[in-house]
Every structure is written in structure tokens, then in C-alpha cells.
């Protein structure tokens, strides 16, 4: 029989073993490894600035990787924190931000050894970096900030909805105090594999394994679910499906039951005629 003194400590476990321990790294340790970088990077023209919870590192004029680290990086952060995510990385992670093509590929193999497969930039969780070639814009560091937060947040997440999410915000910008994204230049393929008849249903979309996707046999995978998540979005439904999905994930790994639910329907087949009739109007 339990005492009234043994009944609360009982308690106190269950409740607090149902919350998740968050990474939590003192600012200490953050200058700390900035301070490492900088010595590393002594007379080679970078700038390290700490953006929590990254490391932002570039090798542009000082204003410019400070207008990066404090506009782009914190505003997205601030802003998926604000709709998404309760964790931040549980590593500290730093944002190498390399000032044109040839800076991202020479740099990128010194100090990654990566010969990256993109002109645009990428995230390496093995070597706890996103990899930016920031001249060809913001776009993709959003994109790449995306991921390691689902990857704290929601370390299941199938590949369709971690890219559809990242690939969303990719051509962002902010209404009404949030993160919104805009159409972009993967609407045009879409439409032209809507017209080809070739593209998945969702109930395909959504089961296929990270490699199935990645493989993208149509094409149109990071399209599909880029613009499930932006018809999401603009039906006011986006996050409602986003925490409902991460609730569900143990009997709904997928996410298409979750998204029957959210969308109030059974029948997809209708409802994808509706959203290929939705995609095909509209414009970037």
C-alpha cells in the first residue's frame, strides 16, 4: 500500500516521464564552439555569429552574414517555433553560409570532404551542418532550417511530408505575423504531370518510403506534396494536420488517415480532382 508521501513521488514520475527531455545547451556552450570556429577560421575572412539555436558562419562582408543570421535565420526560426515546434536540434548545429558557387564547392569539400550534388545548399546531419550557397538566394537555407526541426520534433516524419513542409517554405514569406509559403517554380512540372495523368494518388504519395520518394519515378513527388501542404495552408488546415499527424504518427505513420480526417473526407479520388483542379489555377 502506498503512502501519501510514496503516492506523490509516484506521480511526479509518471507525470513528468510523459514530457520529453529538451535539448537544452547553455549559451556558454554555443560561444564556446563559435569561439573554436573563429580560431579555426582566424584570417580567412568568416564571420561566426551565435543565432540560436545555430552557428551561423559565412564568408560574405560582416553586414551581410549578420543581416542573414539575424533577418533570415532568426525570423524563420522564430516563426516555425510559433506554429511547430516545441524542441529545438537536440545538436548544436552550424550554418555555413559560402558566398558564391565556387566558395560552397572548394569549401565545402575542405572542411565536409562533400562534393554537393546541388548548386543550392543542403543539411548533413552527420557532419551537423546545413551547407549554403547563399547566392542563389534565402530560399533553400529556409528549406534546409526545416528539417533538423522535424527531425527534433517528429523524428518519424515520412520523407512526402518533411520535404512538402521544408519545400513549402522554400518561397516564404510572412502574413498576419506567420510563416507563409508562396507558389514556385515547381507548380509548372506539377501542372504538367497533372495534365500527363502521371501523377500518384495520395494514398501512394503518402506510403512510399524515403527511397521510393526520393527516386521521384514521376517527378512530381517534392511538387505533390509541396502543394498538398500549400492547399493545406491556404484551407487554414496546415497546422491543425501538422500536430494531429505527429499525435496520430504510432497508428497513422503515413499521415493519410490523419489527412482523410482533417480534410473531412473519405473519398480521395474526389478529392484529388479537386486539388488538381485547384493546382491548375494557379499561377507563379
Known amino acids: 500500500m502506498l503512502t501519501a508521501k510514496r503516492y506523490f513521488l509516484v506521480l511526479c514520475v509518471v507525470v513528468f516521464s510523459a514530457f520529453p527531455v529538451l535539448a537544452d545547451h547553455s549559451q556558454a556552450e554555443f560561444e564556446q564552439q563559435a569561439q573554436t570556429l573563429q580560431t579555426k577560421l582566424k584570417g580567412r575572412g568568416f564571420t561566426v555569429i551565435v543565432e540560436r539555436p545555430f552557428i551561423v558562419v559565412g564568408d560574405d562582408t560582416e553586414s551581410r552574414v549578420t543581416q542573414w543570421a539575424e533577418g533570415v535565420v532568426r525570423g524563420t526560426v522564430t516563426r516555425l517555433k510559433q506554429d511547430y515546434f516545441a524542441k529545438d536540434p537536440e545538436n548544436i548545429l552550424e550554418i555555413w553560409l559560402f558566398k558564391d558557387e565556387t566558395s560552397y ?4 569539400l575542405e572542411f ?3 562534393t554537393p550534388d546541388t548548386p543550392y545548399g543542403y543539411y548533413s546531419p552527420s557532419k551537423k551542418a546545413l551547407i549554403m550557397n547563399i547566392a542563389t538566394g534565402g530560399g533553400t537555407l529556409v528549406h534546409e532550417i526545416v528539417h533538423p526541426f ?8 515520412p520523407a512526402w511530408f518533411n520535404e512538402g513542409l521544408g519545400s513549402l517554405y ?3 514569406g510572412t502574413v498576419d505575423g506567420h510563416i507563409y509559403g508562396y507558389t514556385n517554380w515547381r507548380l509548372r512540372g506539377l501542372q504538367n504531370g497533372i495534365e500527363k495523368k502521371i501523377v500518384p494518388t495520395f494514398k501512394a504519395l503518402t ?5 521510393t520518394f526520393y527516386n521521384e519515378d514521376t517527378g512530381t513527388n517534392y511538387s505533390q506534396a509541396r502543394y498538398l501542404c500549400y492547399y493545406l495552408q491556404e484551407k487554414g ?7 494531429e499527424f505527429v499525435a496520430n504518427q504510432k497508428t497513422d505513420p503515413t499521415g493519410y488517415q490523419t489527412l482523410q480526417k482533417v480534410l473531412g473526407t473519405r473519398n480521395m479520388t474526389a478529392f484529388q480532382r479537386k486539388w488538381e483542379a485547384f493546382v491548375m489555377r494557379l499561377t507563379f
Open 105 to 108: 564547392r572548394k569549401h565545402a
Open 207 to 211: 506510403s512510399m518510403s524515403d527511397t
Open 170 to 172: 522554400g518561397q516564404s
Open 150 to 157: 522535424v527531425e527534433a520534433n517528429f523524428p518519424d516524419a
Open 237 to 243: 488546415l496546415l497546422r491543425k494536420f501538422y500536430k
Open 112 to 114: 565536409f570532404n562533400d
